[in-house]
C-alpha cells in the first residue's frame, strides 16, 4: 500500500473516531437529560399525591 493512500485511511479513520466520540458524548448526555425527567416526573407525581391527601381529594 503506497504512503498517499494510507494517510488518507488513516485520516479517514481518525475522523471516524472522533464522530463515534460525539455520538457517545451525545448518547451519554442523553441518558443523563432522560434521567433528570424521570426524576422530576416522580417528584411531581409524589408532590402531586401528597396535596391530594392534604386536601382529602384521594379516593
Do not use: H, P, W
Amino acid at each position: 500500500m503506497n504512503d498517499e493512500l494510507k494517510l488518507y485511511l488513516d485520516s479517514i479513520v481518525e475522523r471516524l473516531e472522533k464522530i463515534e466520540n460525539n455520538v457517545n458524548d451525545l448518547i451519554g448526555f442523553k441518558a443523563k437529560l432522560t434521567g433528570l425527567f424521570v426524576g422530576i416526573s416522580i417528584c411531581c407525581s409524589f408532590i402531586i399525591e401528597q396535596i391530594k391527601d392534604f386536601l382529602g381529594l384521594r379516593y
